[in-house]
T-cell receptor, first 114, second 110 residues
């Protein structure tokens, strides 16, 4: 196990609703990255947080937003859910912002939007 | 064109055989390269980093060709437990983003 935890494990929402997903990083890690993985595809980078600040963002609309807390845990918020938001949402924690240290993935939250 | 492209497979491999597959990347400024393994409905896990000189980890060998912008993974003496999706991953110069390919599915059969 990586020590990265995510909650909830599964979630069902309807179009237009809002959702908050949570991630606890591995002990000693100060960086959290979020990815969206649609069925049959590779993970797509949403954004990264380093010491509570957003540190890079992928091609996702502003209705995808996030937070990182002083203990380095993080939240991903998605507003105005669309059917295409159905996916596995993965968070990954690491200990360094720009130099590469391995990103350790959590088990993911599987979101279904009806 | 996708930033990182992989043959989705599946590659059906007899147990004990060798299988190899590539991925191509479009950004010549890419800094680091990795292979991740993802089991069905699980999170990706780092299999190995890929170095310019090529590197080996047990039955796995990775190669990088910067001139042609592709990386490869070879699995020797395939085991049933090697059945998984192998994700090619590229890190850009900014260092804060991993770009994943769509994955290559490998099925090892008895």
């Amino acid at each position: 196990e990586t020590g990265v935890t995510q909650s909830p494990t599964h979630l069902i929402k309807t179009r237009g609703q809002q959702v908050t997903l949570r991630c606890s990083s591995q002990s000693g890690h100060n960086t959290v990255s979020w990815y969206q993985q649609a069925l049959g595809q590779g993970p797509q980078f949403i954004f990264q947080y380093y010491r509570e600040e957003e540190n890079g963002r992928g091609n996702f609309p502003p209705r995808f937003s996030g937070l990182q807390f002083p203990n380095y845990s993080s939240e991903l918020n998605v507003n105005a859910l669309e059917l295409d938001d159905s996916a596995l949402y993965l968070c990954a924690s690491s200990s360094n912002r720009n130099g590469y240290n391995e990103q350790f993935f959590g088990p993911g939250t599987r979101l279904t939007v009806l | 064109r996708k930033e990182v492209e992989q043959d989705p497979g599946p590659f059906n491999v007899p147990e004990g055989a060798t299988v190899a597959f590539n991925c191509t990347y479009s950004n010549s400024a890419s800094q680091s390269f990795f292979w991740y393994r993802q089991d069905c409905r699980k999170e990706p896990k780092l299999l190995m980093s890929v170095y310019s000189s090529g590197n080996e980890d047990g039955r796995f060998t990775a190669q990088l060709n910067r001139a042609s912008q592709y990386i490869s993974l070879l699995i020797r003496d395939s085991k049933l437990s090697d059945s998984a999706t192998y994700l090619c991953v590229v890190r850009g110069a900014a260092g804060n983003k991993l770009t994943f390919g769509g994955g290559t599915r490998v099925l090892v059969k008895p």
